[in-house]
């Protein structure tokens, strides 16, 4: 069974950092693309950013140069790193199988406000 379990979200100033991690289990990890997804308030699930299995990661535009993407395949975990975090970064954050989100865990929360 697919388990993604999201964490490190939190309330943070703009400007701020904060780093999410996604526990992954039930499938071999190391083998597939993972994909990051947030859903801000009243808006669609929008994809975030996708890394393969070879460490490679691409971002949509408004985050490219502030997050960063990585995985720990010993680990089985993703992470997405959060820099110069903005008031429009605010939403819930998602790890998935897959880029609609059709596989994906229970969000974590991340909050930009001063």
């Known amino acids: 069974q697919v388990q993604l379990v999201e964490s490190g979200g939190g309330l943070v100033q703009p400007g701020g950092s904060l780093k999410l991690s996604c526990a992954a289990s039930g499938f071999t990890f190391s083998s597939v693309a993972m994909f990051w997804l947030r859903q801000a308030p009243g808006k669609g699930l929008e994809w975030v950013s996708t890394i393969n299995a070879y460490n490679t990661a691409v971002y949509t535009d408004s985050v490219k140069g502030r997050f960063t993407t990585s995985r720990d395949n010993a680990k089985n975990t993703l992470f997405l790193e959060m820099n110069s975090l903005k008031p429009e970064d605010t939403a819930s954050y998602y790890c998935?199988?897959?880029?609609?989100?059709?596989?994906r865990g229970q969000g974590t929360q991340v909050t930009v406000s001063s």
């Open positions: 998935a199988r897959d880029p609609r989100g059709l596989v």
